[in-house]
Each structure stands twice: as structure tokens, then as C-alpha cells.
């Protein structure tokens, strides 16, 4: 029979860290902490196949469950002594959801289960203290109504509210025993109200109301975007963990709190995090509560009154400051921690591999490394390619005047401006239409998990620095400022009020995550700088790739961007970009409109300095490094106005008449001009264009080579092959101006001709046109439309379904079809070097900056990739990581981390 219970604590472990898996993490690492020996409230985890199962059966348990459930809950009551049900000593558990890879509040958790109207009393009984039995169960009623019985979750704050300001408190702690015990009724009023029955007495039916909620909670939406948005697979499932409760909220002597045992923004090795004396878990990350600092350095350092935990609990952050030590060691990686006091005694609730921000996991790695807890290797694995590109941007220039609005919590770095939203529904809507957002919430919820992807920055009135806004902000890698208490939101009326100003919607607002300053209108950028953790990880990760990496650049800034960056080269100047510049449009147009070779030619020679001017700029930015230059791709018409309002300028500018040239323009209109007369196909029909951009960029070429005394080396690509005369008849061109220019100049340097494979066709026949061919590069872009026979333009109408039921994992142009497209490349490559061993093959698509697709290119055996230019560090470290898999030096295991993880 199939096992899906396993039992932790009290000296039993049924698993460890290496089962999450079949435990989900949470699980996993609940077994590891109890069975070395810290203390860890008894449990047990139903595991993730049992989701898979219970989706497959219609949302059933199995009874075989059943029985293993009341075995694991038998093990609870043996070690606390306690009985689940009993009306004088009853045994309490929370049920929490427990995924492989952590999706911070995305699903459901259940806290204070097996209260009833029988037990609160037994509870007030034992404990000594109604009052707390009495939260708690006003607690477990809120939280399972909402959870398990999906009623509205703001009549019950609202009762609560209401009842505050009748008594004329202010926070939750200050409500008596009575209070809770009359709110307690109201609460159980609500439930019949809305759901029509009474709330659930009998303690076994609300904990598998409980379990089928949190398996019913990774089918939510929230969950589903949070999976789409970081590639975790819907197949997976989540675990379920029912632990023994463990009671921060008994008084001043109880507390929780969440902690890091380094800090997750920054990446310093201290102790970071908040904590909240006589609450529960809950009330910490929803804000409801001001949490304090840990550490009396971090309350000292915001000159905040209330004591940390190492002033008022000293006892307990000595322990916990051992076990923090203790764990960091164990798992060899940054620890995010949440914890209980009870009554003076340490309870460990979870650990895992905490989520940090680009910034910190560099630091983080590089430390952990540099003290010898993990080795470079590890240190090159643990961090995210992807979560580079939160580095590689400006931010917030230092001298810039910043009209200041209010200052919060620097909650997730970075900084961002955009026009005031006050709805995630509206911040998507509006990204969506193009706008730069910032999110301005109360405070966020797993609802918002949309709104808050389509935002630049996020804004919450409320919450810490271990808030959901601020935990899934940093995963994200969006600046996010947290607990700015000063603003006040009518999210219907779409305003924000602040010192006596008011931003409304479409306001531009700026954020700054590195101070929680809040700031009015747009503020000046600056670019960063990348040294230090940086610059010594890319040292590491260039060490051991095997794969080069280039840009697609075709300006001095870019070109110069990226070898700041670290490119090898360029893998892809597009020419045509230069042709569209106001200075030379003119000419480019003359020659589109030219009757004959002989006008198209004195229109070319008008154009030949300024692309030589053009080259020369870029190779003397890449002097000493390969450069790929593709020669004129699009069609015609695509430079030939289009408006009605340009022709009369155009035909003027030309010397031709308005008629003449709407009749050139409709002589060169195409039904799909991506298949058209573009490519190779202007070179055969023109081959003097393809004859002055190659004399151009050869007479570049010797002129930086005498200026330098070091040549560029000029890779000339042919686009849109699709046979092997094609490339023959364009590469005689090529050579032809080569050895002209060469005569002219007295001087050779070495060059390349070769071209780009974007058609099926020329996939399948590589290995003939690597007969005229000394180079392949992989125009994956293209080659991913006409294989699939989908329009990158038109496909986002339909690919997001696609991707969402499975017909692609992700989608093609973001990540390359491994098994459709790249297996053209593979047979393209295989071929390739069949008929020329020593061919060189790269990829110039988007692909080129995808770590996923990298892996792929590293397998066939491609030289090189080609990314955008803030790319180019995302594919160094990406091809470190896949170098180090495939020499099986490293387990490539990433920390749950670096955002998103």
C-alpha cells in the first residue's frame, strides 16, 4: 500500500531535507531540524503524490488516508500528552500548506484547529488564561471561515473593528477575555449568516475540511500566476503539514517572529528579521501588528523605542541566535526561519533557503565561499542568472532633487517610477496598455500577486520587512517600500493622502527601495556600478564556461554597454537600424525609388561613408574581438512612409512626384513581407546593396586596424538563406569588395562569410551550405516563427493559453522549443560539421539570454551565444552553471532564493 504520512518530532523522522519532493520543503526540513535534535513541535506531512492523487480522484481521500491520518495524529498525542478532541486538555494543530519550492503566502494555512465551544474552556481551564483561549479561538473561526468555508474574510475585521471602538481600544491586545468571548459569538452569528449552517464543532470534520483546503489551494488562482510566473510545474502538488500548536499569544513571556540568518536585501552576514511579543505567525506578516526588531543593533540603528527580542527575551535569542548558527551551518545557505516562544521555551516552526534579492545573493554566495562553507562552484550554482537583471539597471540618482512625500520600510531594493495605481486589477490593465505602475495598497495579499507582477514598484501603507508584500516583492526583484504609516488609501476613490497632499490615480510617484523614501513625480537615474560580489562572481563563473558569450549591439553605447558587461564580441549587428536614422533615410529611399542599378548605385554611394562611419565606431569598440555584422534584412517598403501626411515630404525630398511614389510604395507592398522579399532575396535582386555594406564594412575594418594596430575580425552574415546557391552567389559579393577594398588599402585582415539560420530549409540542408558557409548563426527568432508557423507579433493572444494548458512549458519565444526548434538546430549544427569540422556556430536570437536555452546550446556544442547587451551577464553566469552540471563537478542546486527562485 502506498505510504503518504510521514511522522516528525519526538526522536521519530519518516524524512529528511533530501525528500522534499515527495515532503514539499517545508515538510522535508520540519523532518531534518527534528532529527538533529532541535525543537520542533511533533507532526506529521501528508505528501505531494497524495495532491496528485486527490485531484486525479475527483477531490476524494482515499480511506487508507484516513487511517494513516489518525495514526500521525496518534503520534502528536503521544508525545504532547494531549488528546485531539478532549474537552479538558485538548490537543490543537495547525495545517499548513508545504510546496517543493517555496510560494510564499500563494496557498492556504489553517492555525488553532480543534477548538470548538467544549474545548475553549478546557483550554482557558489548562492554561490558566481565558483570554488567550479565547483569541485563539476567535482566531481558528476567522481563519477557517475564510480558508476552509470561503466566506468574506473582511466581516469578521470588520466585527472586530467595530468592536475596538466600542471599548475604545486601539490594538488587538488590549481586548479582555470577555471581549474575545463576545466577539466569539458574534463571529459564529456571521458563519450562520453567510454560510447557513454553524460553524463546525466536531474537531475531525474541520481537520479534513482543513487538509482538503490547503490540496484545494494549489489549484487557486493566485497559485496558478505564482507557477506561471516562476516555471513551477503545475504537476507538483503540495504537501501537507498538521503540527502540534505552539503559542506565541500566552502572554508577555510568548512571541513569534520571522528572522534571516543573513540579510536578505543586503546579503551582510547579520542577523535579520521581527518579531511580535504575545501574537501568532500570522500577525506578524500580515501587518495587522508594528512587528520589533531582532537585534538591539537594528532597533538602535532605526532609533526605534520598542525593545528588540535581545533586550526582552534574552534568554530565548541566545537560543535562537545557537540554533540560527546551527542551521546556516547544516544546510550550508541562508535560512529563512520562522519561530514561536511559548511561555519562555524556543519552538522551531520551519526553515528554508530564504529568498533574497539579486544583491544579497551575489554577496551571500561570494562570503559563504570566501569563508569556506561552500566552494566556488556552489557559489557559482546558488545564484540566478535571472536575478541579475535586477543589477544591471540605473537607479535613483544620489544629487537628484527628490520631493519627498513620506519615508517606510526599504522593504525590497531598487527604485521605480510610474503613475499611482490602487488596485491590481487596474495595475495590470494600465502595464498592460503600456504605462509604468507603481502598486499603492493598504496592504497586499496573495490576491494581488498579478498586479504586483505588472507593477515597477510597490507601495504598502502597513506591513514590515518580512510582510507578504515585502517577501514576494523581493522575489520578484521589485523595489518595494512597506509600513509607510503615514499615507492613507480610498483605493475606490483611487487617492492617496500623505502630509497634507494628495496623489491621485495616473499621479507619477516614485519609490526608493534602498531608503523607503516616497517620493512625488518621476526622479533622474543613474547607471550601476558592477565591482566587488559582482565582478568576483563573473571572475569565477568565466573560469569555468565553455561557451562564449557575445551581444546583439549595433551602436557605439551598446556596443560599449556590453563589453563593460563582458562580451566576447558582437554575435549580431543589424544594419538596417542604421538605415532608419534621419541623416541617411533620404538616401536609403533614393535608392529604393531608383528606376535602375545606376540610380540605386549614386544613392548607395551617398550612403557608403555614413555605414563606414558606422562600422567604424563599432569596431573600435570591439577592436580585437569578432563582430557579426548581418546585411540588410527587411523589406523595402518597411522604409518608404506610410501615412499620408509623409508622401508629399518623401516625394519632395526624392524629386519625384506624390503618385509616382505611392505607386513605388504599393509596386513593393507585401501580404507577409516576414516571407517576402527580404533577406538574401534583396541580395540577389540588388546585389549592389549587400556590395556597399560589405566594402563599407572592410574599409572600416583596415581603418581601425592601422589606428590600433589591432584588427577587428568581421563575420559577414548572410540572412535568410534557404539554399546553398543563395550563399555562394552572396558570398562572391562579399569577397569580391573584400579583395577590391584589400587592393585599394595594401592591407588584408582575416574575415568570415557566413549565415544566419532561420528557415527550416536551411537547418535541413546545413550541410550543403556549409560548403560556401564559414559560419552558422542561429536566428532563433525567425526560425521559431517558421517552424511553428506562428507570428511573434500575433502570438500573444493565444500563447498565454497555450502555456497554461500545457501545449508549450513555457513560452517558445521566451525560451527556445527544445523539442521542435532546437532540434533543427541540433541537426543544423551535426550536419554543419559534417561538411566543415571547424565551422563556428553561435545563436543570435532572444534565446541567447534565456538560461534554460543556454543549456540547451551548451549541449549540442555551440561556440558561442548572443544576448542583448544587459543580458550578456545572465548568459556568463548561465553558462558557467551549465558547464558545471554537465562536468558533474557541482550539483547545481540554487537556493530558494534569489528571486524568483
Known sequence: MTQYVYRFGGGVSDGGSGDKTLLGGKGANLAEMASIGLPVPPGFTIAT?????????????????????????????????????????????????????????????????????????????????????????????????????????GRFEEALEIAKEDRGYY????????????????????????????FPQDVHDQLWGAIGAVFGSWQADRAKVYRRLNDIPGDWGTAVNVQAMVFGNMGDTSATGVAFTRDPSKGDNAYYGEFLINAQGEDVVAGIRTPQYLTRAAREAASAKPLSMEEAMPEAYAELAAVFDRLERHYRDMQDIEFTVQQGKLWMLQTRSGKRTAKAALKIAVDMAEEGLITREEAIARVDPQALDQLLHPTLDPNATRDVLTKGLPASPGAASGI???????????????????????????????????????????????????????????????????????????????AGREIREGDIVTIDGATGEVMAGAVATVQPELAGDFGTLMEWADGVRRLKVRANAET??????????????????????????????????????????????AALDKLLPEQRSDFVEIFEVMVGLPCTIRLLDPPLHEFLPHEEAEFAEVAEAAGIGVDQLKRRAGELHEFNPMLGHRGCRLGVTYPEIYEMQARAIFEAAVIVAEKSGEAPIPEVMIPLVATRRELELMKAVVDKAAQDVFADKGRTIEYLVGTMIELPRAALKAGEIAEAGEFFSFGTNDLTQTTLGVSRDDASRFLGAYVEQGIYARDPFVSLDVE?????????????????????????????????????????????????PYRVPIARLAAAQVALARSCNVVRVRSDSSVPG
Open 556 to 601: 557605439p553605447l551598446d556596443c560599449r554597454t556590453a563589453r563593460d558587461f563582458g562580451a566576447e564580441g558582437i554575435g549580431l549587428c543589424r544594419t538596417e537600424h542604421m538605415f532608419f536614422e534621419q541623416s541617411r533615410i533620404t538616401s536609403v529611399r533614393q535608392m529604393i525609388l531608383a528606376e535602375d542599378e545606376a540610380g540605386r548605385r
Open 420 to 498: 499611482a495605481v490602487f488596485d491590481s486589477d487596474t495595475a495590470e490593465r494600465r502595464s498592460n496598455a503600456g504605462d509604468a505602475v507603481i502598486l499603492i495598497r493598504t496592504e497586499t495579499s496573495p490576491e494581488d500577486i498579478h498586479g504586483m507582477h505588472a507593477a515597477r514598484g510597490i507601495l504598502t501603507a502597513r506591513g514590515g520587512m518580512t510582510s507578504h508584500a515585502a517577501v514576494v516583492a523581493r522575489g520578484m526583484g521589485r523595489p518595494c517600500v512597506s509600513g509607510a504609516g503615514s499615507i492613507s488609501i480610498d483605493a475606490k476613490a483611487g487617492v492617496m493622502k500623505v
Open 820 to 868: 521542435g526548434v532546437g532540434e533543427l538546430v541540433e541537426l543544423a549544427a551535426e550536419r554543419g560539421r559534417k561538411t566543415r569540422p571547424d565551422i563556428k556556430l553561435g545563436i543570435c536570437g532572444e534565446h541567447g539570454g534565456d538560461p534554460a536555452s543556454i543549456a540547451f546550446c551548451e549541449k549540442v556544442g555551440l561556440d558561442y551565444v548572443s544576448a542583448s
Open 171 to 198: 490594538l488587538d491586545t488590549d481586548l479582555t477575555a470577555d471581549d474575545w468571548r463576545a466577539l466569539v459569538g458574534q463571529y459564529k452569528e456571521i458563519v450562520v449568516e453567510l454560510w447557513g449552517k454553524p
Open 49 to 153: 503524490t497524495m495532491c496528485t492523487r486527490y485531484y486525479e480522484d475527483g477531490q476524494t481521500f482515499p480511506d487508507s488516508l484516513r487511517d494513516e491520518v489518525a495514526t500521525g495524529i496518534a503520534h502528536i498525542e503521544g508525545i504532547t500528552g494531549k488528546r485531539f478532541g478532549d474537552e479538558a486538555d485538548p490537543l490543537l494543530v495547525s495545517v499548513r500548506s508545504g510546496a517543493r519550492v517555496s510560494m510564499p503566502g500563494m496557498m492556504d494555512t489553517v492555525l488553532n484547529l480543534g477548538l470548538n465551544d467544549a474545548t475553549v474552556e478546557g483550554l482557558a481551564k489548562v492554561s490558566d488564561d481565558p483570554r488567550f483561549a479565547w483569541d485563539s479561538y476567535r482566531r481558528f473561526i476567522q481563519m477557517y471561515s475564510d480558508v476552509v468555508l470561503e466566506l468574506d474574510h
